[in-house]
């Protein structure tokens, strides 16, 4: 692997590779944890320092993973200069953030899983920077909103961090599904997902008739994650996370995917009106709102919220513009407004770490006790207003200049009302700049506060003097600064079309600087105006009280989730099984007879061979046994299923009459689980009720209506199969798999070649959902309470007294417990040898899940865990991560993944042993499938430790209670 691949794949990897560890290490680890993250965010940002000589010549470094290529889904990283920029950011300012957190997070707080979230969040933001496939760039996107959820809800017993999460997520995932539906399209117009041929089409996808719908739904995304404009209501709310969280998601990642998302596909989405419309209109009122409602905000975290939107929405409506300039002054900005809002959430921080409060209206006088923090947040505070000598007054000052020489296509309304727009918004931002520094740091002293203020430890402010010192820096030397690497940024996206832009602090008396001066008087002066208005401590927004967007999304969620709900529900719903079971039947025969309809279902012309009486015996018993089953499902819960296991039994013996002893093995073991499963189940059902009279003859009617409808499905069905059994078989795959099995696969046992190997990837697939069904039944279960009636102890188990007799199972107990080991040993043979002979993992696993089942039967729960720890979770967690390690493996040898290596080790006289890497692979299955299964079997087992627990409540008299 050349080096450059080796840094874009560890640049990715290493994140997600330090939450694993950050999140197993002890709570108490405080240090450990903040070291192990600071050092995997500096080595993320050296991977980014070493590629970035290649990527400021002009290359392109791309590193290619095939996956699905006749897809065109492949695993692509690449970097640009763009690219470079994005991701030294997100790893930069993620180690400052690191450094600040180690100081900031109280002691009793859970350290590991606060990291580990923070680290895979930086993954996820590195792996969508880096993404050279757009399908690949919206899982990434959607990871990130994940993460962010559980950034944002880090605090869990907060109401409004749930609320604040739960909002977040919301929008932005939503805003990922159109995201994910646009990439489709935009997919569909190119040709390809692949970034590179997607930025080199910018023609064609102007051109096609679906480049709006692409345009739209590719928009919705961005617009959403970057909080604008009507979407901008979420991060306001996602302020109750810890303040690390706010100054890395809202000032340098999470927020600015959108931003990057637009600027990634400005060559191949802008240029239109649609574009400019949608884009600058959006900006535009995002700009002017965020900043109006700023100066309000009360909250001082509130404030750096919206006046983060309303940054946000100044670099949209850069975007928007379709102009070279304004992309150059676009993505300065970003840059610009990372170092110094990240800056003011820590001082916002540090202010409430050490006063125990962020209101503004208490706080007072902190430049006396708190003058290092002070100095710091004054110099931020004026870089967001645009103070010249600061980097905020550059960009704000090349904003000026695009909004007085933003003439693309015809001239409009909107192109008239830019430079006032502009002049107001900075207005309002000097205001709450000023609101921000003067309201906390000057003025008289005050004792109303939680705790006395003081400066925080020395290392808690290293990351804002650092991110200070780079506004500073970037505001007086900015061509020498950050004049290069803007440079590489602005090429990679703008190419040959990248124009003449200048970085000077002074450009003349001119019209852009009298509106800077402008602004800055004006702020003042309206700060001055305000005061008596802002020291009433009034809540809310002058002129916006009744337009709430937590409300509005409040109302919205509660129509959606209940009121639609309810109504489709009370339409089309029904609680009860037996009703849900028939709308399928019924739509299921329907669906069928309409496709077959124009076609007719008629016999096909292969003849119909001998039938064997001793198959047909088999047979005849299977369908006695079904119809009894359904029979007794209504009378007798015990005999249906006693009857439904010889209907499981007669299929077992079906696979062995036509040579399938695989799923012949297969199907015994699944049958011999579930029922004991159910049986053990059955014991906490309530008793059924009988019903009498004229309810009597409703069921019977209702019984033979199912009868009726069950019989013509059952028959189409049987119709349906005739018709196709009496065709010539097509020419299908069975032919590939039997040829390459051993060749290719290392294995006789097609079967189990097919599950590990060729269809690896499928079987990966389904042991994660046999994983969540066994956490969610046992989510469920931990939840149900039996019947009253049910607790009782069983007339099996109890003697002559009337209590509980211990030795009822006392012969079958033995037998069960000697069967222990042999039926250990009989799993692992199963294992071991299903490469080449009936058997494999999952089929061990089920086998040793059978000798834990007959444990839990012979002693109960308690005596079984006194004695065997099983921890199903953990068995259920290795055997997810052997398989997904086989899989990783063989990409890091540059095979695809889960491509397998085979070879036989001569074990003398116990025969040779294949040594395939998919047995690595069959060991994980076995070992989630035996998890999964005996997780269920302590979910029903703990049932009679509850129901011993509640029965000597039940017992006491009335008198008693």
């Keep these: 692997m050349p080096s450059h691949d080796l840094f874009l794949a560890t640049a990715v990897a290493l994140p997600f590779l330090g939450a694993l560890i950050a999140a197993l290490l002890p709570s108490n680890a405080r240090n450990l944890e903040a070291w192990l993250a600071g050092g995997v965010a500096l080595a993320v940002l050296l991977m980014v320092w070493l590629c970035y000589p290649a990527v400021a010549a002009g290359q392109v470094l791309r590193t290619e993973i095939p996956w699905v290529p006749t897809l065109g889904l492949d695993l692509v990283l690449r970097m640009d200069g763009f690219a470079s920029v994005f991701a030294a950011m997100v790893a930069g300012i993620g180690f400052l953030v690191v450094l600040y957190a180690r100081y900031y997070m109280a002691p009793e707080d859970p350290v590991p899983r606060f990291f580990a979230f923070l680290l895979a969040f930086m993954g996820a933001m590195m792996g969508l920077v880096l993404s050279g496939n757009l399908i690949q760039l919206v899982f990434f996107w959607e990871l990130t909103s994940l993460f962010s959820f559980l950034l944002i809800g880090y605090w869990q017993h907060s109401a409004a961090a749930r609320d604040g999460a739960r909002m977040a997520l919301t929008v932005t995932a939503t805003g990922g599904l159109a995201l994910f539906a646009g990439v489709l399209v935009l997919g569909h117009i190119v040709g390809s997902y692949d ?44 302020m109750a996370a810890p303040t690390p969280v706010s100054a890395y998601l809202h000032s340098a990642t999470l927020v600015k995917a959108g931003i990057f998302l637009m600027a990634r596909l400005w060559p191949v989405l802008a240029g239109t009106d649609a574009w400019f419309w949608t884009v600058g209109t959006a900006g535009l009122a995002t700009l002017l709102l965020g900043a109006y409602v700023a100066i309000f905000q009360h909250d001082m975290k509130g404030l750096l919220a919206y006046s983060t939107i309303s940054h946000l929405g100044l670099i949209t409506l850069l975007l928007g513009l379709n102009s070279e300039l304004a992309m150059v002054a676009a993505i300065f900005h970003t840059l610009n407004h990372a170092t110094f809002k990240a800056s003011l959430f820590m001082a916002a921080g540090i202010i409430d770490h050490e006063t125990g409060t962020r209101d503004i209206r208490r706080l007072s006088g902190l430049n006396r006790s708190m003058p290092f923090t002070a100095r710091l947040a004054l110099v931020a505070a004026a870089a967001m207003a645009g103070v010249p000598l600061l980097n905020g007054f550059i960009s704000k000052e090349m904003f000026f200049t695009e909004a007085l020489t933003a003439t693309t296509g015809t001239f409009t309304l909107l192109h008239a009302a830019l430079p006032i727009a502009a002049t107001i918004a900075s207005i309002f931002a000097v205001t709450y700049s000023l609101r921000f520094v003067h309201g906390a740091f000057f ?161 096909g012309p292969v003849a119909m061979t001998g039938i064997d009486p001793a198959i047909a015996i088999i047979w005849a018993v299977g369908a006695a046994c079904a119809i009894g089953a359904a029979y007794q499902a209504k009378y007798h819960r015990l005999a249906a299923l006693i009857l439904l296991g010889g209907v499981g039994l007669v299929t077992c013996m079906t696979f062995i009459w036509f040579s399938a002893p695989d799923l012949a093995l297969t199907q015994l073991l699944v049958e011999v689980v579930t029922t004991v499963l159910l049986l053990l189940g059955l014991r906490w059902l309530p008793r059924r009720i009988e019903s009498r009279g004229a309810g009597d003859l409703r ?113 079958p107990a033995v037998i069960m417990r000697l069967l222990f080991p042999a039926i250990g040993v009989i799993a692992i043979y199963l294992l071991l040898r299903g490469h080449d002979l009936p058997g494999g993992g999952f089929v061990a696993g089920l086998t040793f899940s059978v000798a834990i089942i007959l444990q839990y039967m012979a002693g109960g729960a308690r005596w079984v865990e006194d004695r065997l720890r099983v921890h199903p979770l953990r068995w259920m967690a290795a055997g997810l991560l052997l398989a997904a390690g086989t899989g990783i493996g063989a990409a890091v040898f540059g095979r695809p993944f889960l491509t397998s290596f085979f070879a036989y080790a001569d074990l003398g006289w116990l025969g040779k042993l294949p040594m395939a890497s998919a047995m690595v692979f069959d060991i994980g299955v076995f070992a989630l499938v035996f998890g999964a299964t005996v997780l269920i079997l302590i979910a029903i087992a703990h049932q009679s430790v509850r129901s011993q627990r509640a029965a000597p409540r039940l017992e006491q008299p009335a008198g008693d209670a």
């Design 443 to 603: 003025g008289p002293d005050t004792d109303a506060l939680p705790k006395t203020p003081h400066e925080p430890p020395q290392w808690m402010r290293v990351p804002v003097e650092v991110l200070v010192f780079g506004c500073m820096v970037v505001g007086i030397l900015p061509a020498a600064t950050i004049g290069p690497f803007l440079d590489v940024a602005v090429r990679s996206v703008l190419g040959g079309a990248t124009p003449e832009y200048s970085l000077a602090v002074w450009h003349g008396f001119n019209l852009p600087l009298i509106m800077s001066l402008g602004a800055l008087a004006g702020g003042v002066l309206l700060y001055l105006l305000l005061q008596r208005h802002l020291n009433a401590g009034v809540e809310g927004t002058p002129l916006l009280e009744r337009w709430d967007g937590r409300r509005i999304f409040d109302d919205v969620m509660v129509f959606l989730s209940w009121r639609f709900a309810r109504t489709l529900e009370r339409l089309l719903g029904t609680r009860r099984l037996q009703m849900q079971l028939r709308l399928l039947v019924i739509l299921g025969f329907v669906a069928a007879a309409w496709a077959l309809s124009p076609h007719g279902l008629r016999p």
């Design 699 to 811: 069921a019977r009617l209702r019984r033979w209506r199912d009868i009726i409808i069950a019989a013509v499905a059952g028959a189409g069905l049987s119709a349906l199969s005739y018709a196709t059994m009496t065709r010539a078989s097509p020419d299908g795959i069975s032919r590939f798999f039997l040829e390459r099995a051993y060749s290719e696969g290392g294995g006789t046992n097609v079967v189990n070649v097919i599950l590990v190997d060729f269809r690896g990837f499928d079987t990966l697939g389904e042991i994660v959902v046999v994983g969540v069904v066994a956490l969610t039944v046992f989510a469920l279960l931990r939840r149900f309470r039996p019947a009253r009636e049910s607790i009782e102890v069983p007339e099996q188990q109890r003697d002559e007294e009337g209590s509980r007799d211990g030795d009822w199972l006392m012969i």
């Design 195 to 238: 970034l590179d041929r997607v930025l080199a089409s910018g023609d064609r996808v102007r051109e096609h008739p679906l480049y709006l719908l692409a345009l739209g739904l590719i928009l919705a995304g961005a617009l959403t994650k970057s909080a604008q404009f009507p979407f901008h209501f979420w991060l306001p709310q996602a």
